[in-house]
Nanobody
Framework: EVQLQASGGGLVQPGGSLTLSCAAS????????IAWFRQAPGKEREGVSC???????????YSVDSVKGRFTMSRDNAKNTVYLQMNNLKPEDTAVYYC?????????????????WGQGTQVTVSS
């Protein structure tokens, strides 16, 4: 059974930092992309960042413009875990953050769908 466990959310002041973790089980972890999505109240879910399989250097990894330069994604294949380091957080980053993976590994970070999702972790940026 494939399981993704997201953690690390919390309340932080604007300008602060948080690191989210996504621990995976039930898959050959280094063969799969992992992406982070977020959903703010009243808004649609949006993709935030994705890291490709292996060492994450196949060129398909991305971060959306709104987080570039502030969020960094990394993976530790030995621990079956990816991380989202979030710096200089802004109130508009407030959302529930979800990690996800796709069985369509050949598509890199642009699969037709994501098949497994973690339960989400709340990030609140507020003074």
């Amino acid at each position: 059974e494939v399981q993704l466990q997201a953690s690390g959310g919390g309340l932080v002041q604007p300008g602060g930092s948080l690191t989210l973790s996504c621990a995976a089980s039930g898959i050959d972890f280094d063969d799969y992309v992992i992406a982070w999505f977020r959903q703010a109240p009243g808004k649609e879910r949006e993709g935030v960042s994705c890291i490709s399989s292996g060492d994450g250097s196949d060129g398909s990894s991305y971060s959306v413009d709104s987080v570039k330069g502030r969020f960094t994604m990394s993976r530790d294949n030995a621990k079956n875990t990816v991380y989202l380091q979030m710096n200089n957080l802004k109130p508009e980053d407030t959302a529930v953050y979800y990690c996800a993976t796709s069985l369509y590994s050949a598509y890199g970070c642009y699969p037709p769908q994501y098949d497994y999702w973690g339960q989400g972790t709340q990030v609140t940026v507020s003074s």
